[in-house]
């Protein structure tokens, strides 16, 4: 290892300027890999830890924020069988779990567990990083926390809502619900109805359409609901249309909705951190092992737009203000590599 070197983007302090200096180059432990980071993809979360420590995630600082990438594998800790160097993988670590800064991906080369790496073959790693966490986000909220079955289960009679589905997590959830078999009404943008209806959406209603909640009454009902935007206003109408029976929906965020009716009871969680939980790690297994390098290499899936921003470990500070400003509609993918 001794040719190569680490750098990684430190941040100080909650909200401050990233500084890009040089960090170990990390020995795997046992049951651990170090992978060298070809494409990092900026969530909406590692903008709003940057910008403000959202969740209290950070414990202490200078910390290495980023718990998604794709890249290549660098080394091998010991009880590693079915890896060797220079696979290619894409991988979810428990940076924003643990702490531990060699575990975050906004530097050269990160650590992580064996168990949440999944080769990807062929695959670029710019499409395998920008679908991986959006992806298990949706496949979470829909399949560990609602209940929905696995792929080809679902009765198409049974109805899926996935409010906000113009973004990643919304385009996933879509596709993994018409996947398991399921008849799916979306809100989206007017000038996005024809590549939702590519997903599989069977109905695309306005969001901002005054009568939004009266045309999804008329399409329901919804055996599942998500709200993908996870804003107050599709948390109310998510309640709203839960009624008169009531029930639950989930959400990718925790608004600010004040009492929900008795009835209704709302599901949040870290959705995207599903598999770092030992209590899930039979879902886990399936991740990795099996469904995410099919919809990676087998392209089960169609993916979200992204963008690859240039420059490196630099370009990660401007990204990061862009996706906490929403200036970007696509996801933003830099290569640490570069620079
Ligand atoms: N709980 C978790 O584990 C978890 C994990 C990942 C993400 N999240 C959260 O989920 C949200 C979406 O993440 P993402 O990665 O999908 O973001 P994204 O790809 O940036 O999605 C943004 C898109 O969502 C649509 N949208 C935005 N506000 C909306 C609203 N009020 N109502 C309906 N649609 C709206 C817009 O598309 P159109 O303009 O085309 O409608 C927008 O371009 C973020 O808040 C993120 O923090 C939570």
């Known amino acids: ?65 980023g718990s998604n990438v794709a890249g290549t594998v660098y080394a091998v800790g010991e009880g590693i069988e079915d890896l060797e160097v220079n696979d290619k993988v894409v991988a979810d670590t428990a940076a924003y779990v643990t702490g531990d800064t060699r575990m975050g991906t906004w530097q050269r080369y990160a650590v992580t567990r064996r168990r949440t790496v999944a080769k990807i073959g062929n695959a670029s790693f710019e499409q395998a990083v920008a679908l991986s966490f959006p992806l298990q986000t949706a496949v979470a909220a829909l399949h560990l926390y609602l209940g929905m079955g696995k792929p080809g289960t679902g009765r198409e009679e049974e109805r899926v809502l996935v409010w906000g589905a113009g973004g990643a997590v919304g385009t996933y959830a879509v596709q993994y619900a018409k996947s398991v078999g399921h008849t799916v009404i979306v809100t989206a943008s007017p000038r996005d109805v024809e590549r939702q209806k590519s997903l599989g959406a069977s109905e695309v209603v306005d969001y901002k359409a005054p009568d939004a909640v009266s045309q999804l009454r008329e399409l329901g009902p919804y055996k599942y609901l998500f709200t993908a935007s996870g804003d107050k206003n599709s948390q109310q109408a998510l309640a709203s249309l839960l009624q008169p029976s009531g029930g639950v929906f989930a959400s990718v965020a925790r608004s600010d909705i004040g009492e929900l009716p008795e009835n209704v009871k709302l599901i949040y969680d870290a959705f995207s951190m599903a598999t770092q939980r030992e209590e899930f790690a039979e879902f886990a297994a399936w991740w990795y092992d099996e469904y995410l390098p099919k919809a990676i290499s087998e392209s089960l899936v169609q993916p979200a737009k992204y963008v690859v921003r240039r420059g490196g470990l630099a370009a990660l500070q401007e990204a990061s203000r862009d996706v906490l400003e929403s200036k970007v509609k696509e996801k933003i993918v830099v290569n640490p590599q570069e620079g």
């Open 1 to 65: 290892m001794s040719q190569h070197t680490n750098t990684a983007a430190f941040l100080p302090g909650p909200g401050s300027t990233l500084e890009i200096s040089s960090a170990p180059l990390y020995e795997p432990q046992h049951g651990e890999v170090v992978i060298k980071n070809e494409a990092v993809a900026i969530q909406p979360f590692d903008a709003k830890v940057h910008d403000a420590n959202i969740r209290g995630t950070i414990k202490s600082y200078p910390f290495i924020l």
